[in-house]
């Protein structure tokens, strides 16, 4: 069972870094004006990431029986992830708050990454 843990979590840490790294470039290239990164192909690419990421996240909670319930960090880690895709989904269009929501999703995302390494709702502060 170790072993399982041990690559679901490998998996799934990689996985967030390559959808954070995929998001930031992505990201700020629209910032700029970039017409690339809307590309549909791109849209693929990041829902595979991110639905696998997903798959080994559950995996995972279920592999450790953590509840959001009883866990508070992980309930607010799943909070932050709509936050997180709600901004994500704003700063990847052309509105006029694209900049502001692209804040915003990098603020989430450093707060899931915090809630991950501490398992504590106030990162340990």
Avoid: I, N
Avoid at 76 to 88: D, I, N
């Amino acid at each position: 069972m170790d072993w399982f843990y041990m690559g679901m979590r490998d998996t799934h840490a990689a996985l967030a870094w390559f959808s954070m790294t995929l998001f930031m470039v992505r990201g700020l290239a629209v910032q700029f004006g970039a017409e690339w990164p809307l590309d549909s192909r791109w849209s693929v690419l990041v829902f595979g990431a991110d639905t696998l990421m997903t798959v080994s996240g559950l995996s995972l909670w279920a592999l450790l029986y953590f509840s959001p319930f009883r866990d508070a960090w992980l309930a607010l880690k799943l909070l932050s992830l709509v936050g997180y895709t709600v901004c994500a989904y704003l700063a990847m269009g052309r509105g006029e708050f694209r900049s502001l929501a692209y804040l915003g999703a990098l603020l989430m995302l450093a707060y899931m990454m915090g809630l991950s390494y501490t398992r504590e709702p106030l990162l340990g502060l």
